[in-house]
């Protein structure tokens, strides 16, 4: 009989081969991991983002909404402003400002939303040509600043 001498089988040769693979196969799994955790901030930031400005939206008309009861309740100019608090660091600051014009009364409203003392959203919204009569038909045209 022939005795078989160190022989080393196919398989043998391979082993180091399904190590790099398997390490390449991790790094390549890591790295879609990682893209998947950016993309999914940035949506999440995008969301946020989103969310404040439909705050903000409706906390200026919702000012706006205020300034025209006032309105109706005494026709003269005024200012006057609020705050609301939404947690612990972020708040609303709303300011609305009625003025004379020739036409009726211009009403202003202005919400800011903050967090940390920092402006996160900022919008302006106006009802122009506010005349002193009961009802909507005279509530003056909504204009939404930039």
Same mark, same amino acid.
């Given at each position: 009989? /022939?005795?078989?001498?160190?022989? $080393? =089988? *196919? =398989?043998?040769?391979? @082993?180091?081969?399904?190590?790099?693979?398997?390490?390449?196969?991790?790094?390549?799994?890591?790295?879609?991991?990682?893209?998947? #955790?950016?993309?999914?901030?940035?949506?999440?930031?995008?969301?946020?983002?989103? #969310?404040?400005?439909?705050?903000?939206?409706? @906390?200026?008309?919702?000012?706006?909404?205020?300034? #025209?009861?006032?309105? /109706?309740?005494?026709?003269? *100019?005024?200012?006057?402003?609020?705050?609301?608090? !939404?947690?612990?660091?972020?708040?609303?600051?709303?300011?609305?400002?009625?003025?004379?014009?020739?036409? =009726?009364?211009?009403?202003?409203?202005?919400?800011?939303?903050?967090?940390?003392?920092? !402006? $996160?959203?900022? $919008?302006? #919204? @106006?009802?122009?040509?506010?005349?002193?009569?009961?009802?909507?038909?005279?509530?003056?045209?909504?204009?939404?600043?930039?």
């Amino acid at each position: 009989m /022939r005795e078989m001498k160190n022989f $080393k =089988g *196919p =398989g043998k040769r391979k @082993s180091g081969f399904a190590l790099f693979l398997a390490f390449s196969i991790l790094v390549g799994v890591t790295f879609l991991a990682f893209g998947a #955790l950016e993309f999914s901030s940035i949506g999440l930031d995008s969301g946020r983002s989103v #969310l404040l400005e439909t705050i903000c939206f409706q @906390s200026a008309d919702g000012g706006l909404e205020r300034g #025209l009861a006032k309105l /109706r309740a005494h026709f003269k *100019p005024f200012t006057f402003e609020y705050k609301i608090s !939404i947690s612990q660091y972020m708040m609303i600051l709303v300011k609305v400002k009625a003025e004379n014009k020739s036409e =009726g009364i211009d009403l202003h409203s202005e919400a800011i939303v903050m967090e940390r003392g920092n !402006i $996160k959203a900022l $919008k302006r #919204l @106006s009802r122009v040509d506010v005349k002193n009569a009961n009802g909507r038909e005279k509530c003056g045209r909504f204009l939404e600043e930039t």
